[in-house]
Each structure stands twice: as C-alpha cells, then as structure tokens.
C-alpha cells in the first residue's frame, strides 16, 4: 500500500498531455522505486486507472491524470429517479441504463430546453416494460420510434424506450448510469436521440466532454464497432485534432 501510494503521488507529477506507452510508464515507476517489477506494475495499472491517476488513451497508449479531469457521475430529475426506482422494483435482475438529454446542456452551445427521457432495456423484456409503464404511469412513453413517431407524438418530458445494445459500456458508480463512452456512440447511432440535438455540434461535445472528464476509448471503440459507428467517430476525432 505504501509504495503505491508514493508510486500514485510520484506519477501525478508528471506531464498529464504526454501519452506513454505501458512500459514507458512502468520505466517512470521503477526509476522512482527499487525493486519494483513489472508484473507488479501491471497489477498497479488497473487500480491507477480506477483511481483517475492514469486513464487509456488507445491501445497500449496511456495518459497521467490531472485535477481539471474528472469521473462522469450523471446526476438525476425526480422523475428520472422515480423510473430508476420502477425498474429496480419490478425488473431488479434485468439490465438497463437510463439518460436525460437535459445532461447534454453542460456539453451544447444550444441549450436543450425540453428534457426526454432515454431507458435502454433488454430487447426481450421491452414490450412487457412499455405495458407496465403505460398502465401505471400518465406520461408519454414511446417504444422503439421511428423518425415519423417523434414528429408526431413526441412531447416534453417523453419517456422513449429503446433496446439496449448486449455487451453496452455501463456505469461505474451504478450500472444504470450512461457513461460518456455509451453516450458519444448512441448519439450518432439512435435516431431518436439524433433528433434531440444538432449534429453539428457533436464534435465541440465530444472536445468539451473529453477535457472536462475521463473517457476510456478503448471501451468507446469497443462499442462503437458493435453500432457500426467507429469509423464516423475516429474521422470526427481526426478531423477536430482530439487525442483522446
């Protein structure tokens, strides 16, 4: 515990913009610390990473991490906590996340100033979860729309239910969270939530996010070959000079 502590504190002081590679930054490591392996550093590495002192940039590609850079922790509505709270209730062993496009606000130019609510579920249960929202709750709740549906029923404050993607990023501090890996690859993949925003700013979102939090692109990646979306990020990534 002691010598990752003094090998925690000893990274944090240097350059947070340079990338390293794994070995480069065991090499940093093992110069501040005598008799310390490799093998020991690679066990070391994950917790690095989960405590925000080193963070992934690609494969085999890692940055130190900063004070102006954070963990994203998506913070709730009532009524966004109140399906949160129906889910856990009656699908407790069934795997959702959950979204606001009111989160967006800290990321837009335009600000969104009607909130819709996102709930990702399991394709096989989403049919008997839209019937027991319906029955119990007055709101608008759609089911898989299409462009046309939210031209004419959409409202504010709608729910949309929409099947989750198997194997999608959850979060860390609960798994319903949307964490910004999932949310940068839905919101070029989903209609419905393509149409809550302008597209032209997805690129001044993405910079914005990635200055301001932590983003694992190797899980972003992950999950955006599974939508199909990698190459039309990677370019958008490219052509904005992000090094993320």
Same mark, same amino acid.
């Given at each position: 515990?002691?010598?990752?502590?003094?090998?925690?504190?000893?990274?944090?002081?240097?350059?947070?913009?340079?990338?390293?590679?794994?070995?480069? #930054?065991?090499?940093?490591?093992?110069? &501040?610390?005598?008799?310390? $392996? %490799?093998?020991?550093? &690679?066990?070391?590495?994950?917790?690095? +990473?989960?405590?925000?002192?080193? *963070?992934?940039?690609?494969?085999?590609?890692?940055? +130190?991490?900063? !004070?102006?850079?954070? &963990?994203?922790?998506?913070?709730?509505?009532?009524?966004?906590?109140?399906?949160? !709270? *129906?889910?856990?209730?009656?699908?407790?062993?069934?795997?959702?996340?959950?979204?606001?496009?009111?989160?967006?606000?800290?990321?837009?130019?335009?600000?969104?100033?009607?909130?819709?609510?996102?709930?990702?579920?399991?394709?096989?249960?989403?049919?008997?979860?839209?019937?027991?929202?319906?029955?119990?709750?007055?709101?608008?709740? #759609?089911?898989?729309?299409?462009?046309?549906?939210? /031209?004419?029923?959409?409202?504010?404050?709608?729910?949309?239910?929409?099947?989750? +993607?198997?194997?999608?990023?959850?979060?860390?501090?609960?798994?319903?969270? $949307?964490?910004?890996?999932?949310?940068?690859?839905?919101?070029? !993949?989903?209609?419905?939530?393509?149409?809550?925003?302008?597209?032209?700013?997805?690129?001044?979102?993405?910079?914005?996010?990635?200055?301001?939090?932590?983003?694992?692109?190797?899980?972003?990646?992950? %999950?955006?070959?599974?939508?199909?979306? /990698?190459?039309? +990020?990677?370019?958008?990534?490219?052509?904005?000079?992000?090094?993320?």
């Amino acid at each position: 515990m002691v010598k990752y502590m003094k090998n925690m504190a000893f990274l944090e002081k240097n350059d947070s913009k340079k990338q390293y590679t794994r070995r480069e #930054l065991y090499d940093l490591v093992a110069d &501040n610390s005598n008799e310390y $392996t %490799y093998n020991s550093f &690679n066990w070391d590495l994950k917790r690095l +990473i989960a405590d925000g002192v080193i *963070f992934r940039h690609s494969r085999n590609s890692y940055k +130190i991490g900063n !004070a102006d850079r954070k &963990n994203y922790n998506p913070k709730y509505s009532e009524r966004a906590e109140a399906i949160i !709270a *129906f889910m856990e209730k009656n699908y407790s062993d069934t795997e959702f996340s959950l979204f606001e496009t009111s989160m967006l606000n800290e990321f837009l130019n335009h600000q969104i100033a009607k909130n819709t609510i996102f709930l990702y579920v399991e394709k096989e249960l989403s049919d008997f979860i839209f019937r027991d929202m319906s029955e119990l709750r007055t709101e608008n709740i #759609l089911l898989n729309p299409k462009k046309n549906d939210l /031209s004419k029923y959409w409202k504010s404050d709608t729910i949309i239910i929409i099947n989750r +993607i198997s194997e999608a990023p959850h979060g860390k501090e609960n798994r319903y969270d $949307t964490p910004l890996e999932k949310l940068f690859v839905d919101l070029i !993949a989903d209609v419905a939530l393509m149409n809550m925003y302008s597209k032209s700013e997805y690129p001044e979102m993405l910079r914005i996010a990635n200055d301001k939090y932590y983003i694992d692109t190797k899980k972003l990646f992950r %999950y955006a070959r599974r939508r199909g979306k /990698s190459q039309e +990020i990677q370019k958008i990534m490219t052509d904005g000079g992000m090094g993320i």
